[in-house]
């Protein structure tokens, strides 16, 4: 049973020349991977025989248990000491009468023993809470028993009836994780906005903070009700991080209108704040399990850096990165002595290695590949960077087919989503289902992508169709000019805002691309936002967001394809899934409509059952093989030689 289940999840060699498109498209062999306190027992799930499975594995990899997780969108895996596993999973419902939306993704915390692997669901047997966990906010010992912390929504009860929905508002609470005995420990906000909580050793909750989201103001209490910070935050950008880098205070994050997101650290009994890590991009902070204090941090970057404020947990972080040259590191996840790591590696020629690392030993042993693929098939992939037409420099990431002379490329532009996002030099499956057929793939990073500062992200507010659109293709002009790809044969290819992108490419701008593929895209920018204040209630702090970052209402049918669609001038293909609750399935409906009433040629792929993040493999590979076989009907690869 253990080499069985450890050859699935390991690498295999292909014997063909190119990797089939499943290999893909499918959700990977490794998908997520956790260690236990003790660092004895390694949780992980891939593919067993084609089987999305949760594999638990002890220090000798010898498996203790394995559970099939099939279809379920699992959104994080987690242990409890050495004897339990928390699984963080999502499901896509409808809505019953009185909601202002249809659908709604709720979210669920399976508790799994390990010993008897009888699973059971935080909050299953309290009818008074419903719409599943809202939010987790971690795991504590107490007098030799664990406790999750979960906020949910608490139904009110009526003696004659029973219980009724008064608001949608968070009710934080703490689980017993041996018995599921859920009890409030700090009550709802009342008033339309959100809460947020700190929590400390034992569970206690250390600060509160409260957005009132009608006069855009917030405040901070301490675990005694004392006021110790307040503030003004008209787009509602201001959260908890946690207990701060010091004993007694806590860390605000806060993005302040022109000035990006600043972390400061508070006293809990009150004072001045005190900014931290001024001009670091921050992409993660690490708290320890016990305090909850923040004891370092990830930094953004083309690869990503660590930074603790313990030596010991330092001189590790470095030797990690060190083990592994010329390769983007990824820490997930350590054990509490922080001697053993779980560790991703990707880059050229590792389509995603996944490794135990013993730091009292020194030695790193694979334990599955995400993409097992021969590494001579992974397309090398670098970053770059160019020239915009107004001088502003943007980076992006190339990738090149693997074996081909990078001389007249059939190139596919690939911008991302967000589009406050960026890509990185890394193993994306997409990208390199593309390079695999022969072509160079570009995935500019434009103005408005983050990870480059403040003012490179703010400039692109309001360039929704304009000098954002502009950005990407002159990245295939500096393609062109450098030789490295062929200008006439060029597709525009994306996901939600990139699917925005690959429509405007061939709408907003002509004469540039062969097709355009959408996947998810955004084709009617004014109806997106006008959907989007109706689902939030109205909310003004979102309206504010909006104003600032794509337009004002009356500019917004200027940037929208489906209002060009008569213009488009290539083939299009538009794919969307039917559970999409972030860019409605709609959007690409109307799309489709308006490109065949204007005689325009146009595919629609509907992928049932599918939401926004493709969380599903039948419906991800679904993707992939349309996208890619559309963009190869429409602009043929070189043939092999």
Known sequence: MALLMLACLKSAAWAADVPPLSLYGNLPGVERAAISASGDRVAIIGLVNN??????????????????VDDAKVRGLYWVGDDRI????????????GFITEKTELYAMLVIPVDTLKTWMVFENNPRITGGVRQFYGVQQRDGRYYGYFSGIAMEQDFRSGPYLKSLAAVLYEVDLQNGKATIIAPRFERPGFRDWVLGPGGTVRATLDFDSGTGSWEIRNAEKQEIAKGKNGLGRVNLVGGGTTPGTIILAEDREGEGERWFEIPEVGGEPREILPNASIDAAYLDEDTRQMVGWREEGDVPSYHFADTFRQKVANATVKAFP??????????????QLLVMTEGPGDPQTWWRVNIRTGNASEIGTSYPMDPTMVGPMRMIR???????????????????????????????????SRDYPGFDWWAQAFASRGYAVLQPNF????????????????????????????????????????????????????????????????????????????????????????????????????????????DLRAISPVVFAAKADAPVMLIHGKDDLVVPFEQSRVMEVALRAAGKPVEMVTLPGEDHWLSRSATRLAMVEASVGFVMKHNPPDPVR
């Open 51 to 68: 089987v999305r499975t949760l594999v638990i594995l002890d220090q000798n990899k010898k498996p203790l248990g394995a559970i099939p």
């Open 86 to 97: 928390l699984l963080y999973k999502s499901d896509t419902v409808k809505l019953g009468p």
């Open 326 to 339: 010329n390769l983007s590191v990824h820490i997930k996840d350590w054990n509490k002595a922080f001697d």
């Open 386 to 420: 160019y020239k915009a037409a107004d001088g502003l420099e943007i980076p992006a990431v190339l990738t090149l087919p693997p074996g081909r002379d990078p001389k007249n490329l059939p190139v596919v532009i690939l911008p991302h989503g967000g589009p406050s």
């Open 447 to 554: 103005r408005g992508s983050t990870g480059y500062g403040v003012a490179f992200q703010r400039a692109g507010n309001r360039e929704w169709g304009r000098k954002m659109q502009s950005d990407i293709s002159d990245g295939l002009a500096y393609l062109s000019a450098q030789g490295i790809v062929d200008p006439r044969r060029a597709c525009i290819v994306g996901a939600s805002y990139g699917g925005y992108a690959a429509l405007a490419g061939v709408t907003l701008q002509q004469g540039l691309y062969r097709c355009s593929v959408a996947v998810a895209g955004v084709s009617d920018v004014a109806k997106m936002a006008i959907t989007d204040i109706r689902e939030s209630g109205s909310d003004k702090a979102l309206k504010m967001a909006l104003a600032e970052e794509v337009g004002a209402k009356s």
